[in-house]
C-alpha cells in the first residue's frame, strides 16, 4: 500500500463523486492490511451488494482499489485500498475538476451528522486541500 496517492486524472475525481464510493473507500483504508469483499462491505455499509458492485468496480478502474489476494475466501475476492491518504493533484483543482468531489464529503458530513448526532458521537471524512 502507498502512503500517498496524488489523484491526477479527472476520472479518478468522478469516482469520488458520490458518497457511497468515498464511504467504501474510507472504509479500506482504515488499516492497512484491510481486505473486504463486496459483500462484507456492502453488509458493514448496509446496502445491497448488487447496487454496491457498480461503485466497487468504478472505484477499481479508477485505480483506487485494487484486487488482494483472494486465498481461501471462496469465489467471492476481497478488495483494499491502494493508498492510505489520496491528495488532488493542483492541476485539477484549478481546472475546478474537484467540485464532484467537494459535493461527495459535503453530502458525507451531513449524513455523519444525520446518523451519529442523536448519539453523541459524530463520525466524518476529512478533506484537506491546500491551494
Request: aromatic share 4%.
Amino acid at each position: 500500500m502507498l502512503e500517498t496517492l496524488i489523484l491526477d486524472k479527472p476520472e479518478q475525481l468522478k469516482a469520488l463523486g458520490h458518497p457511497l464510493r468515498v464511504r467504501v473507500l474510507e472504509m479500506l483504508g482504515q488499516d492497512g492490511d484491510w481486505q473486504l469483499t463486496n459483500r462484507e462491505l456492502a453488509q458493514r455499509l448496509g446496502v445491497d451488494p448488487g447496487h454496491l458492485h457498480f461503485h466497487v468496480r468504478m472505484l477499481l478502474r479508477a485505480g483506487l482499489i485494487e484486487l488482494a489476494d483472494s486465498e481461501g475466501r471462496g469465489r467471492e475476492k476481497p478488495y483494499r485500498a491502494v493508498a492510505k491518504i489520496f491528495r488532488v493533484a493542483p492541476e485539477l483543482l484549478s481546472a475546478g475538476g474537484a467540485s464532484d468531489l467537494q459535493a461527495a464529503m459535503i453530502d458525507q458530513v451531513q449524513r455523519a451528522h444525520t446518523s451519529y448526532s442523536e448519539a453523541g458521537a459524530f463520525r466524518s471524512a476529512q478533506l484537506e486541500l491546500k491551494l
